[in-house]
């Protein structure tokens, strides 16, 4: 009989720790996860591309990222391609009183020593066509073209915008 009790506290033991170890692995995971989500080719690193979801019918859709040039010499963003659109081109954005007025950029330029950040508001990719609906989740390559860095596929994360955050009316200029 005592040897039972010692071995089942020795398993209550063993639980004890397993236990205690899980938020650390769950740390652990959570950030090598997170460090996952970013890319580099040449000098440039590209971190946390993500979109936003849409809805059944929305003919259109935005990606967004960072591009950190660690180099010595700017570079150019140039084209991205994605199969979940017909086309992808890359845009700036202004707003004219309370309209979003986007207008396509041939090249995007990314000086050394500095971060150009594509977001809602501001500079994005644009997934013109979608072929379906974006759901929160889901992920999708996108391929990067730069004018001296050369190709790089990154992996877009679809995410819910975050709260208080209004989507403006927009449109669209060629």
Known sequence: MCAGIRRMSFYKRKLIMTFRLLPALAALLFAASA??????????????PYARPTVAQQPSGAAFLSIENR??????????????AKEVQIHSMKMEGDVMRMRELDALEVNPA??????PGGYHIMLIGLKQPLKTGDKF??????????????????????????????????
Do not use: C, N, Y
Not at 114 to 119: E, G, P, R, S
């Open 71 to 84: 180099g010595k010499t700017a570079d150019k963003l140039v084209r991205a391609s994605a199969p979940v």
């Open 35 to 48: 460090h996952s989500h970013s890319f580099d080719v040449g000098s440039l690193h590209i971190d946390h």
């Open 114 to 119: 500095a971060t150009v950040t594509l977001q």
């Open 141 to 174: 390559p996108l391929m990067l073209t730069f004018e001296k860095a050369g190709q790089v596929e990154v992996t877009v994360v679809v995410e819910e915008r975050s709260k208080g955050a209004p989507a403006p009316a927009m449109q669209h200029k060629h």
